[in-house]
């Protein structure tokens, strides 16, 4: 089981350009969330994915956005980037239905953003 | 709305002492409580969480945790700290028990000395 997988590891984008981020889900889980987490903070929950629809959301922009495919896989797109953009961008993965899911973090994407 | 609390910015201490992390938090419904450990460059690992029922919960790496309602807290316990143990760790509250929307505190880094 490769647990819940995000790509690129890294990556480095001018102010004002777009950027995609990556993530597949633990083997089972069909639920996608998406965090940010600047440097020296917790994560902040950016919004949920499940049935390929955003089910809930944080206090981010509309300029970060999200899809989810019939496979579960998630992308985080952030549209006109500021550099207040650059963070580790978690993806975690969890299961509905039943008690005591768990979420799994995958390792983050560090965006840079000069 | 959530809140989480983590007084401690950085804790030091030897490797065979305790270790408490502290953690209150503020959710007007019953909290479901997480903590999660992270090692530099890593994603976040969850060590253990409460969801109901008794209140003291034991974890992986010889971790626990004691959920105090009266007190608004749910602090992390360990009675003795291997140099393994040096890491960021989080408190983290939710409305459920999976990733939804998980609140996170800005994180306790602890150092452990020989």
């Known amino acids: 089981d490769a647990g819940v997988t995000q790509s690129p590891t890294h990556l480095i984008k001018t102010r004002g350009q777009q950027v995609t981020l990556r993530c597949s889900p633990k083997?089972?889980?069909?639920?996608v969330s998406w965090y940010q987490q600047a440097l020296g903070q917790g994560p902040q929950f950016i919004f949920q994915y499940y049935e390929e629809e955003e089910r809930q959301r944080g206090n981010f922009p509309d300029r970060f956005s999200g899809h989810q495919f019939p496979n579960y896989s998630s992308e985080l797109n952030v549209n006109a980037l500021l550099l207040g953009d650059s963070a580790l961008y978690l993806c975690?993965?969890?299961?509905?239905?039943?008690?005591?899911?768990?979420?799994?973090f995958g390792q983050g994407t560090r965006l840079t953003v000069v | 709305a959530q809140s989480v609390t983590q007084p401690d910015i950085h804790i030091t201490v030897s490797e065979g002492a305790s270790l408490e992390l502290r953690c209150n938090y503020s959710y007007g419904a019953t909290p479901y409580l997480f903590w999660y450990v992270q090692s530099p460059g890593q994603g976040l690992q969850l060590l253990l969480k409460?969801?109901?029922?008794?209140?003291l919960v034991q974890g992986i790496k010889g971790f626990e945790a004691e959920f105090k309602r009266s007190q608004s807290s749910f602090n992390l316990r360990k009675p003795s700290v291997h140099w393994s143990d040096a890491a960021e760790y989080f408190c983290a509250v939710g409305t459920s028990t999976g990733a939804n929307n998980l609140f996170f505190g800005t994180g306790t880094r602890l150092t452990v000395i020989p």
């Open positions: 083997s089972g889980h069909d639920t």
């Open positions: 975690a993965s969890s299961a509905t239905g039943g008690a005591n899911t768990e979420a799994f």
């Open positions: 409460y969801f109901s029922g008794d209140t």
